[in-house]
C-alpha cells in the first residue's frame, strides 16, 4: 500500500512534466566533442533532406552517402527525403517531443532558432570548426574538407543565432525576375538592366488592354496575369529591406507593422484590383504562366530557373501551350537601383544532440563532407543554387561549367546558368533577416499580409485605413507575434506548435491520464480492504 501511495504522486509530477512545459525537449548533456573518433564500433545516422522531386539531386545524395560511407566503413547513413522545407521543419518540431530527431538536417536557419528551444537539442559548431583532429579542413579528416575561411563568410554568418554558430551552409540561391522580353517590347517598353517597381507596375498595368472579344492584345490569350511572385514572404521582407523600413531587429523585436508596410500593401491592393499582380498561392505556379505566355514577369528563386522559360529541362505544362519567347533574367525589382538588395536563401545543415557524443562527431563528418568540391559543384549544377565555398566556385570543374552556358537545354540551360551567374555577381548585395525562436513566425506573417490582401481585392472588399488595421491585429493575433508566451530570456515563441505535435502531445497526456485515473481507482480500491 506505501508503494502505491509513493507512486501516484511520481507519476502525477511526470505527467505534468510532459503537459506543462513548451514543445522542445530538455535534459539532454551539453555535447562534448571527443578527443578521437572510436573507429571499432559501427553508427548509424539519419540525413533528413530535401530535394523537389528532381532525379538528379536524389542521385547526388545517394552518390555522396557511398562515396562517404568508403571512406569511413563504420558510419551508415540513412536518407530521408522531403519534397517541402516545413514539412521537415514539422517533423523535427514533432520528434523534439520524443527525443527522436534526425543527426544531421538540411534547414532553414529561422527554423534552427526554433529548435534552440529545447536546450542543448542542436549542436553549436563553433568548437568543432576549430578543433586540430576533426575540425574545417583538419588533417585527420579522410577527405578534402574545407576550411573555415573558404566558406563564404556572408552566407557563414547566416548560421549564427544568438551569438553561436548552429548551421553550416550548403547551398545558396536568392530571388530573380523572369522576364517574357518579347512582350515588354511588343507593350513599346525596353528593359532595363534593373528593373524598378514603377516600371514592373507600369508595364503590368499596360499589359491589361483587351480586344472587342476579351482577350489580351498582348498575347492574344483570355488568360493573362503580367505579374506573379511566389514567395511573398520574401517580397515582403525584400520591399522593406529596400525602403530601409522595419521588420525585425537583433534582438528579436517585430517591427513589421509600420506605417512603409501599409503604404506598400496599398500599392500591392492597386494592382490586386485590376487583376495585373498575383500569387502563387492564389493563381498557381509562376512558371507555369510564364511558359504558357500567360505571365511577363515572374519572381522565383534562382534554384527555380530549370522550370523557367521555352526550352526548360524541367516544365509542367504540356506542348501545345508552349510559348516560344525569350527569357530575360534579371534581379528583382527595386526601389534604388544604385543600392540593390536581395535576400540570400536556401538550405543549411545543422547537426543535432545525441546521448552518444562519438554519434555526433560522426554525423560531423558527414556535415563536412557535404562541403567537398565535388558534392558542392554537383548539386549546385542541379538547379540554380550556387556552391557555399570560394574552393568549389574558383575550382576548375565549376569554371567550366559556367563558362558552358547554352551548350545544351539540361545541364548546361542557359536561363539556369544565368541566374547562377546574377547571384554569383551580387553576393555583397544580398541580406539575411535577423534569426531567433518566432522569426519563421514573423516570415510567414509578412507573406500573409500580402496573401490577405490581394483576397480582398479579388472578392472586391474595401480595403482602406480601417482595413489595414484590422489586418495588422489579425495577423499579429494570428502568429503569436504579440505574445511571449512560454519564452526564454525574452525570446518570443514560435506560434502553435505542427498538428502531428500536436496529436503527439495529446496522445501522451491522455495516456497519463488513463494511467493515473487507473491508479487512483486502484488506491480508492485498496482503502475498501483497509
Not at 34 to 51: H, L, Q, V
Not at 65 to 94: A, M, Q, S, W
Not at 164 to 188: H, I, W
Not at 457 to 464: G, M, T
Request: hydrophobic fraction near 35%.
Amino acid at each position: 500500500m506505501k508503494k502505491r501511495k509513493l507512486l501516484l504522486p511520481i507519476l502525477l509530477l511526470m505527467a505534468a512534466l510532459l503537459i506543462s512545459g513548451c514543445h522542445g525537449s530538455k535534459g539532454i548533456s551539453e555535447f562534448q566533442l571527443p578527443e578521437e573518433f572510436d573507429e571499432s564500433r559501427n553508427y548509424e545516422i539519419t540525413f533528413w533532406a530535401k530535394n523537389d522531386t528532381n532525379k538528379t539531386q536524389t542521385e547526388i545524395y545517394e552518390k555522396t552517402i557511398r562515396d562517404f560511407e568508403r571512406l569511413y566503413p563504420n558510419i551508415h547513413v540513412n536518407l530521408r527525403l522531403y519534397t517541402k522545407y516545413g514539412d521537415i521543419y514539422n517533423d523535427v518540431i514533432t520528434n523534439i517531443a520524443t527525443n527522436t530527431t534526425p543527426n544531421v538536417c538540411i534547414s532553414y536557419p529561422d527554423h534552427i532558432a526554433t529548435y534552440l528551444s529545447g536546450s542543448n537539442i542542436v549542436v553549436p559548431l563553433d568548437g568543432l570548426f576549430s578543433d586540430e583532429n576533426y575540425g574545417l579542413g583538419a588533417q585527420n579528416l579522410r577527405f578534402d574538407g574545407v576550411t573555415k575561411e573558404e566558406i563564404v563568410p556572408k552566407f557563414l554568418e547566416e548560421g549564427i543565432i544568438n551569438g553561436q554558430t548552429y548551421a553550416l551552409p550548403f547551398m545558396r540561391s536568392t530571388e530573380v525576375c523572369y522576364v517574357n522580353k518579347d512582350m515588354v517590347e511588343k507593350l513599346g517598353y525596353t528593359l532595363p538592366d534593373v528593373l524598378t517597381w514603377d516600371f514592373v507596375w507600369e508595364v503590368s498595368e499596360a499589359a491589361m488592354e483587351k480586344d472587342s472579344s476579351g482577350n489580351f492584345l498582348v498575347n492574344g490569350q483570355n488568360v493573362l496575369i503580367p505579374f506573379i511572385y511566389k514567395s511573398t514572404d520574401n517580397m515582403m521582407i525584400q520591399m522593406l529591406r529596400q525602403k530601409d523600413a522595419g521588420y525585425s531587429n537583433e534582438n528579436g523585436d517585430i517591427l513589421l507593422f509600420n506605417d512603409t508596410t501599409k503604404e506598400l500593401l496599398f500599392e500591392i491592393a492597386k494592382h490586386s484590383e485590376s487583376r495585373a499582380f498575383s500569387t502563387f498561392k492564389i493563381s498557381s505556379y509562376p512558371g507555369n504562366f510564364l511558359n504558357a505566355g500567360q505571365c511577363i514577369f515572374a519572381v522565383d528563386s534562382t534554384a527555380g530557373a530549370t522550370w523557367m522559360g521555352t526550352h526548360a529541362p524541367l516544365i509542367d505544362i504540356s506542348d501545345d501551350k508552349l510559348v516560344d519567347f525569350e527569357t530575360a533574367v534579371l534581379p528583382l525589382p527595386q526601389f534604388d537601383t544604385d543600392k540593390p538588395q536581395m535576400i540570400s536563401q536556401g538550405p543549411s545543415i545543422c547537426i543535432f544532440n545525441k546521448e552518444d557524443s562519438q554519434e555526433v562527431l560522426a554525423s560531423w563528418l558527414f556535415a563536412q563532407y557535404l562541403l567537398t568540391n565535388e558534392v558542392q559543384t554537383a548539386y549546385a549544377e542541379t538547379e540554380g543554387y550556387i556552391p557555399v565555398t570560394s574552393k568549389a566556385q574558383n575550382s576548375m570543374e565549376y569554371q567550366d561549367y559556367l563558362s558552358r552556358i547554352g551548350e545544351d537545354n539540361k545541364e548546361h540551360y542557359d536561363v539556369k546558368i544565368k541566374a547562377s551567374q546574377l547571384l554569383l555577381d551580387n553576393i555583397e548585395n544580398t541580406f539575411v533577416t535577423p534569426v531567433f525562436n518566432g522569426s519563421a513566425s514573423l516570415r510567414d506573417a509578412a507573406g500573409q499580409l500580402i496573401e490577405n490582401t490581394v483576397k480582398s481585392e479579388r472578392r472586391k472588399e474595401v480595403v482602406d485605413e480601417e482595413y489595414m488595421d484590422k489586418l495588422f491585429k489579425d495577423i499579429s493575433s494570428l502568429y503569436r507575434l504579440d505574445q511571449n508566451s512560454c519564452s526564454e530570456n525574452g525570446k518570443k515563441d514560435l506560434g502553435p506548435l505542427p498538428p502531428t505535435a500536436v496529436a503527439l502531445l495529446i496522445s501522451i497526456a491522455l495516456a497519463w491520464i488513463f494511467i493515473i485515473g487507473y491508479m487512483i481507482f486502484q488506491v480508492k480500491k485498496g482503502k475498501k480492504h483497509l
